[in-house]
């Protein structure tokens, strides 16, 4: 009886209406896709054309087959009475990476379960063995402070500061990423590694082996694509607050950052600048001449970010024409509404190339053409007002099924009407991603958090696994965005610790909706959305003011260097934000490592996470170590405690 058979490079497996099809994909990497009653699909929801594989060799014997392709080999064993397909993935030195699990015998469990909805397509469950002492980096941006996800369990589906970016590296030496963007879960258990899609039509994950985690990063960038260069003005200061809510009002903040002689990159428009959601144009009472303002900002030096939503008021200008063309996302029962804030609205179904072409076109005429080249694309998850995912169908399935590329096909919308445009590297802000955004100029912020100090630290591991998730660009609100009053000195002292950390974040960007409100009315006296309290650099006190304005400086003194770590990320996938492990992986007190981080390869960033600290521990690996701020030099593989004062981050620059 012939269970496999091969394609070309590709090694296929057959037995009881399953049809399994590993093939080579990029170099030292394999796709594995299955099906159930029907051959496997190539659908390429984040994986690109899989490129050369010179080295790819299969081997097919009677009971058992395997397929190579560089460093990374895929064994296929029969396993069970019933002959079901175990696969197992090795390095060029034969040790073990991952493997599916057994069927268990009286457990009767299954490495890969399709369970069917009656006339439908199906669940799907798939398990790998655990493994002792391996160490899980990345899936994207989860609000806890946990760095190494190996015991937790994870949730498959983005939220307003959650994105899930299923790609993690592990410690063995291998990369995973899970190509589905149905709606599930993940399981990283000491026993066994669940994955689960609630909806979806296979089986489709795809593993690249290699000696550093450097390599992985390379393999998964060459696999769904490589950020575009970071423009200029993404290297220094971003300035924002919610919301400057007209156009004398924007114009007099930039003016006051160049009086006082500050480099400001990029200034914000925040959202409620239009008339309706989903006009997609400034409301002419506020910002009477959009092309002047930006000229002035310009001739500053400095570049405008327009927010964008997705949402399409019920009542707005474009809504009936989006709802007749079908280019909205639609609610599978009840009211078309996705989300009440300010009024009823829903999304715009960025899975549709006609709806985001619509939309696009709109925003060229109204910002672009204005002079506008960022974009802030928030609510990117989309930001349902219950999270019911199953409520939603987009053009391209169920939300259930394929809900998490939304994300990315927002940004795709955008990146590549600016392309066409004549924009060359555009890379816009978003609040959410999956796998294959960076390659649409994805920079990833962390969302409407919290100003606290915990969530603070969670930013930190937040930054660290977008990295290692192939997200290279990413930012955080500075100071968090919830609350935060300026004159409170606990919040002083957050922001100034923050602010700290931002000049070594990819982007350094200042944004926070602060207290009190500031009430806005129409000249009719209507009133409509507020803006937030002050959120300059000057309106923390005198205290704050040279600290922040020292950061400042120090980013813009850092800009050679922040160019030449966006080339590498550009060029290598390379994040970065690098957790300890990812730069010194043959060290293992770094794996744990997650209040501190590489900015590159040359600075060791210790950030100040508690409040009231004037010093912290800090782990210096192997070599020699010079403190960025007294010049002091420290000999590595041990902990120092470094001083941290108020005006001070523990930043140590490696020397050898």
Same mark, same amino acid.
């Given at each position: 009886?012939?269970?496999?058979?091969?394609?070309?490079?590709?090694?296929?497996?057959?037995?009881?209406?399953?049809?399994?099809?590993?093939?080579?994909?990029?170099?030292?990497?394999?796709?594995?896709?299955?099906?159930?009653?029907?051959?496997?699909?190539?659908?390429?929801?984040?994986?690109?054309?899989?490129? *050369?594989?010179?080295? &790819?060799?299969?081997?097919?014997?009677? @009971?058992?087959?395997?397929?190579?392709?560089?460093? $990374? !080999? +895929? #064994?296929?064993?029969?396993?069970?009475?019933?002959?079901?397909?175990?696969?197992?993935?090795?390095?060029?030195?034969?040790?073990?990476?991952?493997?599916?699990?057994?069927? *268990?015998?009286?457990? &009767?469990?299954?490495?890969?379960?399709? @369970?069917?909805?009656?006339?439908?397509?199906?669940? $799907? !469950? +798939? #398990?790998?063995?655990?493994?002792?002492?391996?160490?899980?980096?990345?899936?994207?941006?989860?609000?806890?402070?946990?760095?190494?996800?190996?015991?937790?369990?994870?949730?498959?589906?983005?939220?307003?500061?959650?994105?899930?970016?299923?790609?993690?590296?592990?410690?063995?030496?291998?990369?995973?990423?899970?190509?589905?963007?149905?709606?599930?879960?993940?399981?990283?258990?000491?026993?066994?590694?669940?994955?689960?899609?609630?909806?979806?039509?296979?089986?489709?994950?795809?593993?690249?082996?290699?000696?550093?985690?450097?390599?992985?990063?390379?393999?998964?960038?060459?696999?769904?694509?490589?950020?575009?260069?970071?423009?200029?003005?993404?290297?220094?200061?971003?300035?924002?607050?919610?919301?400057?809510?007209?156009?004398?009002?924007?114009?007099?903040?930039?003016?006051?950052?160049?009086?006082?002689?500050?480099?400001?990159?990029?200034?914000?428009?925040?959202?409620?600048?239009?008339?309706?959601?989903?006009?997609?144009?400034?409301?002419?009472?506020?910002?009477?001449?959009?092309?002047?303002?930006?000229?002035?900002?310009?001739?500053?030096?400095?570049?405008?970010?327009?927010?964008?939503?997705?949402?399409?008021?019920?009542?707005?200008?474009?809504?009936?024409?989006?709802?007749?063309?079908?280019?909205?996302?639609?609610?599978?029962?009840?009211?078309?509404?996705?989300?009440?804030?300010?009024?009823?609205?829903?999304?715009?179904?960025?899975?549709?190339?006609?709806?985001?072409?619509?939309?696009?076109?709109?925003?060229?005429?109204?910002?672009?053409?204005?002079?506008?080249?960022?974009?802030?694309?928030?609510?990117?998850?989309?930001?349902?007002?219950?999270?019911?995912?199953?409520?939603?169908?987009?053009?391209?399935?169920?939300?259930?099924?394929?809900?998490?590329?939304?994300?990315?096909?927002?940004?795709?919308?955008?990146?590549?009407?600016?392309?066409?445009?004549?924009?060359?590297?555009?890379?816009?802000?978003?609040?959410?991603?999956?796998?294959?955004?960076?390659?649409?100029?994805?920079?990833?912020?962390?969302?409407?958090?919290?100003?606290?100090?915990?969530?603070?630290?969670?930013?930190v591991c937040a930054g660290l696994n977008m990295g290692c998730a192939g997200i290279p660009w990413?930012?955080?609100?500075?100071?968090?965005?919830?609350?935060?009053?300026?004159?409170?000195?606990?919040?002083?002292?957050?922001?100034?610790?923050?602010?700290?950390?931002?000049?070594?974040?990819?982007?350094?960007?200042?944004?926070?909706?602060?207290?009190?409100?500031?009430?806005?009315?129409?000249?009719?006296?209507?009133?409509?959305?507020?803006?937030?309290?002050?959120?300059?650099?000057?309106?923390?006190?005198?205290?704050?003011?040279?600290?922040?304005?020292?950061?400042?400086?120090?980013?813009?003194?850092?800009?050679?260097?922040?160019?030449?770590?966006?080339?590498?990320?550009?060029?290598?996938?390379?994040?970065?934000?690098?957790?300890?492990?990812?730069?010194?992986?043959?060290?293992?007190?770094?794996?744990?490592?997650?209040?501190?981080?590489?900015?590159?390869?040359?600075?060791?960033?210790?950030?100040?996470?508690?409040?009231?600290?004037?010093?912290?521990?800090?782990?210096?690996?192997?070599?020699?170590?010079?403190?960025?701020?007294?010049?002091?030099?420290?000999?590595?593989?041990?902990?120092?405690?470094?001083?941290?004062?108020?005006?001070?981050?523990?930043?140590?620059?490696?020397?050898?």
């Amino acid at each position: 009886m012939n269970y496999f058979e091969q394609n070309g490079q590709e090694l296929i497996w057959r037995n009881r209406g399953e049809t399994l099809r590993i093939t080579p994909w990029g170099e030292d990497s394999l796709r594995v896709r299955a099906a159930l009653v029907g051959e496997v699909r190539d659908d390429r929801f984040a994986l690109l054309e899989p490129g *050369g594989a010179p080295e &790819a060799s299969v081997e097919i014997g009677e @009971e058992t087959a395997s397929i190579r392709n560089g460093r $990374l !080999t +895929a #064994t296929i064993t029969m396993d069970g009475w019933h002959h079901y397909a175990r696969v197992t993935f090795t390095n060029q030195r034969g040790e073990v990476l991952l493997r599916e699990t057994a069927t *268990g015998n009286a457990l &009767a469990l299954r490495s890969r379960k399709f @369970e069917p909805y009656l006339g439908g397509d199906f669940q $799907l !469950t +798939a #398990t790998f063995d655990g493994q002792d002492g391996e160490h899980i980096y990345g899936m994207g941006q989860y609000q806890e402070e946990i760095l190494d996800w190996k015991g937790c369990t994870l949730e498959l589906a983005h939220r307003n500061s959650q994105a899930s970016v299923p790609f993690y590296i592990s410690s063995l030496g291998y990369g995973f990423l899970w190509h589905n963007p149905a709606i599930g879960s993940v399981s990283f258990g000491a026993n066994r590694t669940t994955w689960r899609a609630e909806s979806t039509k296979q089986l489709d994950y795809w593993v690249t082996a290699g000696d550093t985690p450097a390599d992985i990063s390379r393999n998964y960038a060459l696999a769904t694509g490589f950020a575009p260069m970071m423009p200029e003005y993404g290297l220094g200061f971003w300035q924002c607050k919610l919301r400057y809510w007209n156009q004398e009002q924007l114009l007099e903040v930039a003016r006051e950052y160049k009086r006082r002689g500050l480099k400001v990159d990029v200034i914000v428009c925040d959202f409620f600048h239009w008339p309706k959601m989903g006009d997609y144009r400034f409301d002419p009472e506020f910002f009477p001449n959009p092309a002047a303002m930006v000229r002035e900002l310009n001739e500053m030096g400095i570049e405008l970010m327009v927010s964008v939503w997705p949402q399409v008021s019920l009542t707005g200008e474009n809504y009936d024409e989006m709802f007749q063309q079908g280019l909205l996302v639609r609610a599978e029962y009840g009211e078309q509404v996705g989300m009440r804030f300010v009024e009823d609205s829903m999304f715009y179904d960025a899975t549709n190339p006609r709806a985001r072409r619509y939309v696009w076109e709109k925003v060229k005429k109204n910002y672009f053409d204005a002079g506008v080249r960022i974009f802030w694309l928030d609510e990117a998850e989309p930001e349902y007002g219950t999270y019911d995912f199953k409520n939603y169908r987009y053009w391209l399935g169920s939300n259930q099924q394929i809900g998490n590329i939304y994300p990315q096909m927002y940004a795709r919308g955008f990146y590549e009407g600016m392309v066409e445009a004549g924009m060359e590297n555009p890379v816009n802000l978003l609040r959410c991603a999956w796998a294959g955004s960076q390659r649409y100029g994805a920079l990833v912020w962390s969302g409407d958090i919290m100003c606290r100090w915990e969530d603070f630290r969670r930013q930190v591991c937040a930054g660290l696994n977008m990295g290692c998730a192939g997200i290279p660009w990413w930012t955080t609100d500075i100071g968090g965005f919830h609350d935060g009053h300026p004159d409170d000195p606990g919040f002083r002292e957050l922001l100034i610790r923050w602010f700290q950390w931002g000049c070594y974040c990819p982007v350094m960007r200042l944004h926070g909706d602060r207290r009190p409100d500031e009430r806005v009315f129409r000249k009719d006296g209507t009133e409509v959305l507020s803006s937030g309290g002050p959120n300059e650099v000057w309106s923390y006190g005198e205290e704050a003011y040279p600290i922040l304005t020292k950061y400042m400086e120090r980013r813009e003194a850092l800009r050679p260097y922040v160019r030449e770590l966006m080339r590498e990320a550009h060029e290598n996938g390379t994040p970065l934000m690098r957790a300890m492990f990812y730069e010194f992986p043959e060290d293992p007190a770094c794996a744990a490592l997650k209040d501190q981080y590489m900015f590159g390869g040359r600075f060791l960033v210790a950030p100040v996470l508690y409040p009231g600290a004037r010093s912290r521990g800090v782990y210096l690996p192997a070599g020699l170590w010079k403190d960025v701020d007294t010049g002091a030099e420290y000999p590595g593989g041990r902990t120092v405690t470094a001083d941290a004062p108020l005006d001070r981050i523990p930043v140590f620059e490696r020397m050898a």
